[in-house]
């Protein structure tokens, strides 16, 4: 069974703090892919990271940077220096190709100016 | 990139009433696309498979009669929802899988919000 779990619902932080949103994983498959989407209060997802299950070089882009541990079978995400345009609900998301993605609960970010 | 899109984007309705989304793969080709429903504050859930030239394959809990899905063409994928209620105002949101590449990259389309009055 694949299953995504994000045990933080909510997270407030004030402008310029950094922040880690946390993912774990489950699936019994060697190859799958992890994800991370956005989804800001227009509705939209808004994809920022794919990441398959061979690769676990930590990736960074601008202010976000992605840390894949399989040991631990987490795939954490740090915003830096956030910002409030930063605020919306976080997904992270696991893919067995070719089955459907399956999405954790999301976790919801506000950021304070 | 590969581009989906889906219409409309959001759409009132009177209860009773049937309303279609329609998802469309821009500039790829999809034989499989999904249909996933967010209710408010929730995360995005699964309904169903909708597969070119095939019946759909529904999740457990969906009523394949009420949400009567269509994939006749390789770039449109159609969901329906017969005599809304209420209870079924939500985000309907799409995602095709683009096989040009070989590993089947996932896109999401932009989504459908729906409300039933």
């Known amino acids: 069974a694949q299953k995504v779990t994000q045990a933080q619902t909510e997270i407030s932080v004030v402008e310029k703090e950094d922040v880690t949103l946390d993912c774990v994983y489950e699936?019994?498959?060697?190859?799958?892919?992890l994800f991370w989407y956005k989804q800001p209060p227009s509705g939209e997802l808004v994809f920022l990271i794919r990441?398959?299950?061979?690769?676990?070089q930590n990736e960074i882009s601008g202010r976000y940077s992605w840390n894949f541990q399989k040991s631990t079978s987490s795939f954490n995400f740090t915003i830096t220096a956030s910002q409030v345009v930063d605020s919306a609900v976080y997904f992270c998301?696991?893919?067995?190709?070719?089955?459907?993605?399956?999405f954790g609960k999301g976790t919801r970010l506000s950021v304070i100016a | 990139g590969a581009v989906v899109s889906q219409h409309p984007s959001r759409v009132i309705c009177k209860s009773g009433t049937s309303v279609k989304i329609e998802c469309r793969s821009l500039?790829?080709?999809?034989?499989?696309m999904f249909w996933y429903r967010q209710f408010p504050k929730q995360s995005l859930m699964l309904m169903a498979t909708?597969?070119?030239?095939?019946?759909?394959?529904?999740e457990q809990g969906v009523e394949k009669d009420k949400f009567l899905i269509n994939h006749a063409s390789l770039t449109l994928s159609t969901l329906t929802v017969t005599s809304a209620h209420p209870e079924d105002s939500s985000f309907y949101i799409c995602?095709?899988?683009?096989?040009?590449?070989?590993?089947?990259?996932?896109?999401f389309g932009e989504g459908s919000r729906l409300t039933v009055l």
């Open positions: 995602s095709a899988r683009d096989l040009t590449g070989g590993d089947g990259e996932l896109f």
């Open positions: 699936t019994r498959d060697t190859t799958y892919y």
């Open positions: 990441r398959n299950s061979f690769d676990e």
């Open positions: 998301a696991l893919n067995l190709t070719p089955r459907p993605l399956v």
């Open positions: 500039d790829f080709q999809a034989t499989t």
């Open positions: 909708s597969n070119e030239g095939s019946k759909a394959t529904y």
